[in-house]
């Protein structure tokens, strides 16, 4: 078992792997010598990354790439790498470089001194993203932490070294919509903040379009929190106690012989009731939608090809074991024994 395991789940990303490729090595070297592995996830990239990193595994038998059968999306690609990791510690890093890898020894050191088992990025700053993307981050993170129960750390990505114990507490849960920062919230054990600044993307442009975004950010949401389902008994409440004012007001209006003119606020009452029941609808919608993937209880994700490391067990046995039930709780893919 190497001393740490580095996972990088790479979506596009040909034009930051050689330079992801250098910078990830010095770090690791400086922090543990040669006692590392760097676990390389294609998570179905359009662009030449795979036979890049088919090719650095080749080169480098530090390196393991692991090729997924189609874009499953980030977290399950992070989540591939961090089942397929052998390390003792395990740093989650983009590939885009915004997380410094420089800063990896201090972040060893940080684990050593306060016998952590997780040490997790927290962004002071956050250069090169749009005022809109800060803005949105801004706010989804204080909502998180209004809405969950979990003390999410505000402000942190999945930039973090985790201890094999922590590792092995996240992998155990099975969920399909994974909001891995948080799962690693709701673990426990000891866990330290590290203060850095977040860098501009080395190249390329973000892989996470707004519509990602929101679909991650529910994600979050309904898989931490149960709060906006009982928003349908407060607009309720708030709509009865409504109604009970405008009844009276037509019965004070009646009796003086006054008639109510219609239109308008009829119209009004049942525009907003009409939206109001939509939006609840759709909130519920989320959350079954949700249900019904969990249900089906499918693999979090399927792999192609290993190079590097596993390449005995990457031929297509391994495919059916990934489908097979495992002993594991959650039933996700069997892990290639190697
Ligand atoms: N990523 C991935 N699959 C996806 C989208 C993104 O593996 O479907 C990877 C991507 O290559 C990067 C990391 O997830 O290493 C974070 O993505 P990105 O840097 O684009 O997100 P941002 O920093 O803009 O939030
Ligand atoms: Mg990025």
Redesign the pocket.
């Known amino acids: 078992m190497p001393a740490l395991s580095i996972v ?4 596009n ?1 040909e034009a930051c792997l050689p330079a992801l490729h250098r910078r990830l090595g010095a770090a690791a070297r400086a922090a543990v010598d040669s006692d590392y592995e760097i676990v390389l996830v294609n ?1 179905g990239s359009r662009d030449g990354s795979w036979p890049i990193m088919r090719g650095m595994a080749a080169d480098d038998p530090h390196v393991m790439a692991v090729n997924l059968s189609r ?1 499953h ?2 977290q399950l ?1 992070l989540t591939a790498g961090l089942d397929l990791c052998r390390g003792d510690t395990v740093l989650i890093i ?3 470089l ?1 997380d410094p890898p420089e800063l990896l020894p201090e972040m060893m050191q940080v684990m050593r001194a306060e016998e952590a088992d997780v040490v997790y990025g927290v962004r002071r700053s956050r250069s090169g993203e749009t005022a809109f993307k800060r803005a949105t981050a801004h706010g989804f993170y204080r909502l998180m932490s209004r809405a969950t129960e979990v003390d999410i750390p505000l402000d942190t990505g999945d930039f973090r070294l985790m201890s094999r114990r922590a590792l092995e507490a996240l992998l155990a849960m099975p969920e399909q919509a994974r909001f891995i920062r948080g799962m690693v919230a709701w673990i426990g054990f000891r866990q330290v903040a590290f203060v850095y600044d977040r860098q501009e ?1 080395f190249a390329g442009e ?3 379009p707004f519509k990602k975004m929101m679909r991650f950010a529910f994600d979050a949401l309904t898989g931490f929190s149960s709060a906006p389902l009982k928003l349908a008994s407060y607009v309720g409440l708030a709509l009865s106690m409504g109604s009970v004012i405008l009844v009276l007001y037509i019965a004070y209006a009646w009796t003086a012989g006054r008639n109510v003119p219609g239109w308008t606020s009829l119209m009004l009452i049942v525009v907003i009731i009409g939206a109001v029941q939509m939006f609840v609808l759709a909130l519920m919608g989320e959350y079954i939608g949700r249900l019904y993937n969990e249900a089906k209880g499918r693999p979090l994700y399927i792999v192609q090809e290993v190079a590097g490391d596993g390449r005995a067990e990457a031929k297509l046995g391994y495919i059916a074991d990934a489908t097979a039930k495992s002993d594991r709780p959650g039933g996700r893919g069997k892990r290639p024994t190697r």
């Open positions: 990088v789940p790479c979506f990303e998570d874009n999306g980030h690609a983009d590939a885009d915004q993307r973000t892989k996470y």
